[in-house]
Structures are given as structure tokens and as C-alpha cells.
């Protein structure tokens, strides 16, 4: 989150309760806020449009639509949030802020393109009209830039917009449902597609003109929007590793579609709403220690951080950094300990009220263990990440991509087997894979901080070489071909 902790820890310095509220608010919007809307909305959705007379046809293709424009707008742009965020953080740094937003309309334009091809494989033979295609084109290609847009909000302060802009959206996908329903007499499956693309489209023109107005344009030219691509070859781990965990944490769904247990809709999507529903519920589960390491670990955690850093940099005796070092590590293993605690506390009481109150929404007793298994499989999935995150935090980039590999790997595994053995057995590759995968990034940060001193010092170049990769040598050849033409 490039710049969100650093404002958190200015608020949260004024030690009041409306500045400790006021912060927890903040981090929840800006981190989990596109995807409780996303998932929110898709679960509101469908009773509404169930109260409001629409056929389970129509309700299946709305489910469909949108299950499949999430998932390919987030594999899509999550895959490149964190070389971006690391992308922005290193433009604030040097001042180049200018550089920020045209960034933003190069990364835009590759993620629409992917979408798009990927949107147009799946609908090239499908028999839906072609209204229904186009609004699957444009709410995939409009979250994608919601996506996309969240990574550089987190480095301004405009909080009241955003959440304004949020609210706004909301209101237009809930309420022109029911005015196009109940009034204007359009048929329920255009009611619903239509405004919820309306009310993605007036969220993502907001975020955009927000943006503008923070960052500006310093020089709009193809080749200054597309100037980000030669960070891939410094920080390509950063995108291996989005892309890692993003194909990982939906690949169950994706395995489960290709079974005989999945359902057809209209020739064109399979679903399996028995598992696709609780999973969405079991993420949602993770947002107590999301907002919790946003607020207590990046603003707790950086001043150590920085007194340990300085003691390096400024020639502090060896007892001093071994101080410093030692008062860093108690600290994250404090706010990792309380993070756990709190998340487990809330995994389970999701469970309970889970088991006891989604019955009456219409969950079967295998959807109710899918929920089940796979919120205490996300309790070791968000550890994970924070791990992660926490190696990237030290610029470990190499053992932060080891992670998410092991998790890649063990969870196309473990899945694969899962499906092998049955249906009574879903959820369960998850789980596996996401404590196999937790129990290895402790063990890999638990080596970074034993040798920390040594990846401090040792690690480093003597000489700043600037090498100009594979990516940065396209991206020149193109450059310069285009400063021909001028």
C-alpha cells in the first residue's frame, strides 16, 4: 500500500478515540473495500433480484456474468498490483510524482487488453445476445480498472471521496435495479447487468478524476504511460508473485467449474455455486486482520524499522544495531501474534453464526462445510500473505517469491487431488495449501531475521549498475523508433 500506513501513523499519533476509529475506517476502505463491494454486491444482488420476481435463469446468468468479470478483472490486475504499488512508492520517493498518473493509463491499457482477449475466448461461441456480451466486456474491463485504481488511491488522502464515490456506486447498481424492474419495465437480467455496470462505470470516471487531480499529467505521451514495464526487469518477483497468489487463490474455483459437478448456463459459463458462494463468504471472513495489519503493523512496525535502518547506515556500534535488530522483531512478532489471535476469534465466531444463520439464505449442508473448511484455510491463506508482505517489506523479494511459488504449486496439487477423491472433499486442497504455505514463510522469515545483518550489509553492490533488461530493451527499441518518427 504505497503511502496508506504513513498517513495511518500521522492520524493515529493523535491518540484519541475518534483518531483510533477514524483510522480502523480508513484502512478497512482502502484495502478490502473494492472486494466487500464486489462480494456485497454480488450477494445482495441475488435476493433482490429474487425478491423482485426474476426467473433462477436470469438470476443464473447474472451470477454468472459477474462471478467471471471479478475473477478475470482481479487475476488480471492483481497480478501487477504489487510491481505497481512498488512502481509508485519508488515515484514518491525520488519526487517523479508527475510520472504517476500516466503510469496508471499504461498499466490500464495492458490490463484491458488481457481482459479482453481472455472475455473473448470464453464468449467467441457462447449463444448469448449481444447486449449480455458487451456488458460482460465492459464490467470486466471496468473492474479491472477499479482494481487497478485502488493500488494508486492508497497513496493519496481524499478518504471522504472515495468512500463517497463507493457509497454513490452502490446506490446506483441497488436502486436502478429496482427502478428499471419495478417502473421502467426492463426485463431483470438487463436491469441488473445494466446498473451494475453504470454504477462500476460512475466509481471508476470518479477514481480517475480523482487521480488526475493529485498526480496530473507531466508530459501524456505512449511511451511516458508504458515507462513503468522497465521496472519489471529490478522487481520481477513482484510480479510473479502477484500473479502467483492471485491464480492460486482462485484456481479451486476454476478446477471445480471443469467437474460434472459444475452447472452449464447458457452454454457459455460454468459455475459451481455450491462452492463459489461460501468461498466468497470464507474471504470475507479475513477482514478483522486485514484492517489489523494495516493499522497496527506497518505504523507500529516502521519506526523500528527505520531506528534499525539508521543504526546501519549511520555507523552505530555492533551492540546498537544487535538492539535495534532485536526490538524490530519483537515488535512484528507482538502485532503478528495479536493479528492471529484476533483473526482466529473471528474465524471462528464466523463459523458458528455461519453454521446457524446461512441455512436460512438457502446454504446446503455441503455448502455449509465448504464455508467451513475453507474459513480456516483463509486464516492461514492472509497469514501467509502478510509474510509476504513482511519479507517485502525488507526487500526479500526472493524469498517472498518462494512463498507464493510453494503456495502456486501445493495448492494446484492438493485440489487436483481433492477433486480426484470426491466432492465431500472440496475445500480441503485450500486448507492444505495455505498451511503448508504458512508454515514455510515462517520458516523463511524466521532465516531472514537470523541473518539479517548479513542481508544488510553483505547483500549489496558494491557499484550501482544499472543493467538494462529484457523488458527495458524492448521498451527502448520501441521508444526510440517512435522518437524517429518525430
Known amino acids: 500500500m504505497a503511502g496508506i500506513g504513513f498517513e495511518l501513523k500521522k492520524i493515529i499519533d493523535k491518540d484519541n478515540i475518534f483518531a483510533q476509529a477514524r483510522v480502523y475506517f480508513m484502512s478497512s476502505l482502502i484495502t478490502v473495500g473494492p472486494m466487500i463491494i464486489c462480494i456485497t454486491l454480488f450477494l445482495v444482488m441475488q435476493r433482490l433480484l429474487k425478491n423482485l420476481g426474476a426467473s433462477y435463469a436470469n438470476i443464473q446468468i447474472f451470477n454468472a456474468v459477474i462471478i467471471y468479470s471479478f475473477l478475470i478483472s482481479y487475476i488480471s490486475s492483481n497480478g501487477i498490483s504489487m510491481l505497481m504499488s512498488r512502481y509508485i512508492s519508488d515515484c514518491i520517493y525520488a519526487k517523479k510524482s508527475g510520472c504517476i498518473f500516466e503510469s496508471f493509463l499504461g498499466v490500464s491499457i495492458i490490463c484491458s487488453i488481457i481482459s479482453t482477449i481472455i472475455m473473448s475466448l470464453l464468449l ?159 474471504f470475507l471472513s479475513v477482514i478483522p486482520s486485514v484492517v489489523i495489519f494495516t493499522v497496527k503493523i506497518e505504523t507500529a512496525i516502521y519506526p523500528k524499522y527505520k531506528d534499525f535502518y539508521n543504526f546501519v547506515r549511520e555507523s552505530g556500534s555492533i551492540n546498537e544495531i544487535r538492539r535495534a535488530k532485536k526490538i524490530l522483531i519483537d515488535t512484528i512478532i507482538l502485532h503478528m501474534t495479536h493479528m492471529i489471535k484476533v483473526q482466529f476469534i ?47 517489506y525488507f526487500d526479500a523479494r526472493k524469498d517472498a517469491l518462494q512463498v507464493s511459488l510453494v503456495f502456486f504449486i501445493t495448492i494446484v496439487l492438493f485440489s487436483i487431488i481433492t477433486v480426484i477423491i470426491g466432492q465431500e472433499y472440496y475445500g480441503y486442497g485450500f486448507f492444505i495449501s495455505s498451511l503448508i504455505s504458512v508454515v514455510f514463510a515462517f520458516n523463511r522469515i524466521n532465516n531472514f531475521f537470523r541473518i539479517i545483518e548479513y542481508r544488510t550489509f553483505a547483500s549489496q553492490p558494491v557499484f550501482q549498475i544499472d543493467k538494462k533488461g529484457f523488458f527495458s530493451r524492448i521498451y527502448n527499441f520501441f521508444n526510440k523508433e517512435n522518437k524517429k518518427e518525430v
Do not use: Q
Open 346 to 392: 473471528a474465524s471462528f465466531a464466523c463459523i458458528v453464526f455461519g453454521f446457524k444463520m446461512l441455512p436460512n439464505i438457502g446454504f446446503a449442508s455441503d455448502s455449509l462445510e465448504i464455508f467451513g473448511i475453507l474459513t480456516l484455510g483463509a486464516i492461514s491463506y492472509i497469514s501467509m500473505s502478510f509474510l509476504i508482505l513482511m519479507l517485502l
Open 124 to 282: 467467441i461461441n457462447s449463444p448469448l445476445n449481444l447486449i449480455i456480451k458487451s456488458i460482460c466486456f465492459m464490467i470486466t474491463i471496468i473492474l479491472s480498472l477499479i482494481w487497478l485504481e485502488i493500488i494508486y488511491l492508497s497513496a493519496i488522502k481524499e478518504y471522504l471521496h472515495i468512500v463517497s464515490f463507493f457509497l454513490i456506486g452502490i446506490s446506483i447498481v441497488i436502486l436502478g435495479t429496482i427502478l428499471g424492474i419495478e417502473f421502467l419495465n426492463i426485463p431483470p437480467i438487463y436491469s441488473a447487468l445494466l446498473f451494475s455496470l453504470a454504477g462500476y462505470i460512475f466509481i471508476a470516471i470518479s477514481f480517475m478524476v480523482l487521480l488526475y487531480k493529485v498526480f496530473g499529467i507531466k508530459d501524456l505521451r505512449l511511451s511516458n504511460c508504458l515507462k513503468f514495464v522497465c521496472s519489471i526487469d529490478k522487481y520481477y518477483e513482484l510480479l510473479l508473485i502477484g500473479l502467483f497468489l492471485s491464480l492460486g487463490s482462485y484456481f479451486p474455483n476454476i478446477l471445480i467449474w471443469l467437474t460434472p459437478n459444475a452447472t452449464l448456463v447458457e452454454e457459455t459459463f460454468r459455475i459451481a455455486s455450491f462452492y463459489d458462494v461460501p468461498s466468497f463468504y470464507a
